[in-house]
């Protein structure tokens, strides 16, 4: 299984994700916000990107001011920054949006460890779909996703997963 905690698998992957390591080291994205234990999740870790996937940083705050303070201090510099707080999956989240070159970037914090959030648990789970699969199924996830469903809703449909999907991947046995 990769580390996903270590950027460095992006090095020898995809050229978007060796775009993605070139992006998040030159402009230290995941050094600076390292007190937050980050981890890059979503679809460009796991190879199943489409052209406007987005680089998703889940991080753990245990003071939500503090987190909010130092993510304006570090990128509200940067091309269209917003940051807003809301309530998912009964957590209070902080959700921040800015361009870094050709990036799209999206830092996620909730005070819940990393690990242990749905960003980070659902990737896990679809990289041992994917890994359990062929090469067509990849394309399938893709291909739903150029058609605009979202990734959890692809896999959903691919596994015939009924109820909600989000929880069912969470409990999905290979």
């Known amino acids: 299984m990769i580390n996903f905690k270590d950027l460095s698998y992006l090095q020898t992957g995809t050229p978007k994700q060796q775009a993605a390591f070139d992006v998040l080291t030159h402009y230290k994205v995941l050094e600076n916000l390292a007190e937050f234990d980050p981890i890059l999740v979503g679809t460009i870790p796991i190879n199943i990107d489409i052209e406007n996937s987005d680089l998703d940083i889940v991080c753990y705050w245990k003071n939500k001011s503090d987190f909010i303070e130092k993510t304006k201090q570090l990128f509200e510099n940067e091309n269209r920054f917003t940051i807003r707080e809301d309530l998912i999956n009964n957590q209070e989240s902080v959700i921040a949006n800015f361009f ?75």
Request: proline residues 3%; glycine residues 8%; hydrophobic residues 40%.
């Open 100 to 174: 870094i070159d050709a990036f799209e970037i999206e830092i996620f914090g909730q005070n819940i460890p990393t690990e242990l959030q749905n960003g980070y648990r659902h990737m896990v789970i679809e990289h041992q779909i994917l890994s359990s699969r062929d090469e067509n199924f990849r394309l399938q996830i893709i291909n739903l996703k150029e058609k605009g469903i979202k990734t959890e809703p692809a896999f959903g449909l691919l596994l015939g997963l009924k109820g909600n999907v989000y929880e069912e991947l969470l409990d999905y046995k290979i």
